[in-house]
């Protein structure tokens, strides 16, 4: 009884513990498969990427609007957006590498957001904009993102055929429809975008993208398909928000870092002892 006393007091409590366990829950639904589908096209290093390139968009939706969600998320999901496009131009048009490109883009992008925010806020604004503030999610942010998961799902649905095809055999799509290869490619990264910039305002520009990989990283060591895959993905990103978010209450820690923690630490379980692959497995075998 204690010990279930103790889980429910913060959410039972407060009502902003509600609302940030709320849309990390709903975050995890819909950025923990986007991830598996980073993970299966060998991309998992562009979604950090992109998480840093939303930074200057939300500096200057700050600047604009203040700590306003809608302005930040605005800004942050052209940004993120433009970076895509425009690293997908360049190693279309040039010899240099997506991977290389977005390497290029995202550290100018990091440099110029961190520059924005210092020009006019508090090194604590700074922070928040890094790094999260779960008393910044009032009713209006989960109601963006739940809109923004409940899209994302949909999405998802619609594009899940092509993707696989995309992720196992892009030769295939980049022979017979070239046009629709672009088409589905940047459909994705603007999926990815979106999730980014649902995810920042609780969990920050640097880690919001830890709740779309790691999670997706950890279930490739439970799971035997794709369709398992993405069912435990969501479950990871789910159990890691609630441990995150207690640890938080009970630890006086920001909660994006906690949550991001929690999520590395059943990674790392995963690894040891996963089923699919992990160290103890193929030791016994």
Known sequence: MTLLHLLLDPFASFGFMRRALVACLALSLSAAPLGVFLLLRRMSLVGDALSHAVLPGAAIGYLISGMSLVAMGVGGFIAGLAVAMLSGLVSRRTPL???????????GSLALGVTLVSLRGSSVDLLHVLFGSILAVDTRAILMVGAIASFSLLALAA????????????????????????????LFLALV?????????????????????????????????????????????????????????????????????????????????????????????
Request: net charge positive; glycine share 10%.
């Open 159 to 186: 594009l899940y055929r092509a993707l696989v095809i995309e992720s196992f055999d892009a030769i295939f799509l980049r022979v017979s429809a070239p046009r629709r290869l672009a088409l589905i490619h940047g």
């Open 97 to 107: 590498k997506e991977d290389a490109s977005f390497a290029g883009f995202y550290l």
């Open 193 to 285: 975008v979106i999730n980014l910039v649902a995810g920042f305002q609780i969990l920050g520009t640097l880690m919001s993208v830890g709740l779309m990989m790691l999670p997706a990283a950890g279930a490739r060591f439970w799971a035997r398909n794709l369709p398992q895959m993405l069912a435990v993905a969501m479950g990871i990103g789910m159990l890691a928000s609630l441990i995150g978010l207690e640890w938080s209450y009970y630890a006086s820690l920001p909660a994006g870092p906690a949550i991001v923690l929690s999520a590395s630490a059943i990674f790392f379980v995963s690894i040891l002892f996963g089923t699919r692959g992990g160290i103890y497995s193929l030791a016994r075998r």
